[in-house]
């Protein structure tokens, strides 16, 4: 079994975690809505695009009945 002779030093250890982090979501505007939306997803008024691809009932017509 590998064992290792020396012990790595902190700043090894951490310039080697370095890489690892957290990234920024894609974010973009949707063509029709103007909408700000993370990329590869569905704004919040249904449109992936510029086209409709869920078609969301309205408060107005949920109310009725």
Do not use: C, W
């Not at 973009?28 to 078609?55: C, L, M, W």
Request: hydrophobic share 25%; aromatic share 4%.
């Amino acid at each position: 079994m590998a064992v290792q002779k020396k012990r790595k030093t902190r700043s090894r250890r951490d310039m080697r975690r370095s890489q690892i982090k957290a990234k920024k979501p894609s974010i973009t505007n949707d063509e029709v809505t103007g909408e700000t939306h993370i990329r590869h997803t569905i704004s919040p008024q249904g449109f992936y695009r510029g086209k409709r691809v869920i078609a969301f009932k309205e408060k107005e017509q949920l109310e009725e009945e």
